[in-house]
């Protein structure tokens, strides 16, 4: 499975910006996808993540309440609606492919199979 990250820029304070990630090759074998961020000289964290069982999404307490991820139907491209954005989630955004339907690490990097490479979002104040 690859994995192409995109839609990240430079917006101010307040704006949105929406990220895509476009699976391609065996992703039927896929029962999920996450976004993570890494920000400069910090680790990287989860954001969100979605299940395609019962469509369920999770995320982190940071972003809850001002970014959404959801799925297009039919096509493998899983979307990061960013509102609200602030100066602190400024970093590279990664989008990575779960092979398992659990949700029980849904938030944890090792949750995930394949990784795409990152897009950079940088919100000036």
């Known amino acids: 499975v690859q994995l192409q990250a995109s839609g990240g820029g430079l917006v101010q304070a307040g704006g949105s910006l929406k990220l895509s990630c476009a699976a391609s090759?065996?992703?039927?074998?896929?029962?999920?996808m996450g976004w993570f961020r890494q920000a400069p000289g910090k680790e990287q964290e989860f954001v969100a993540a979605?299940?395609?069982?019962?469509?369920?999404?999770y995320y982190a307490d940071s972003v809850k309440g001002r970014f959404t991820i959801s799925r297009a139907n039919a096509k493998n491209t899983v979307y990061l609606q960013m509102n609200s954005l602030k100066p602190e989630d400024t970093a590279v955004y990664f989008c990575?492919?779960?092979?398992?339907?659990?949700?029980?690490?849904?938030?944890?990097?090792?949750?995930?199979?394949?990784w795409g490479q990152g897009t950079l979002v940088t919100v000036s104040s």
């Open positions: 090759g065996r992703t039927s074998t896929t029962s999920g």
């Open positions: 990575a492919a779960a092979i398992s339907p659990s949700g029980s690490n849904a938030r944890s990097r090792s949750g995930y199979d394949y």
């Open positions: 979605i299940r395609w069982s019962g469509m369920g999404t």
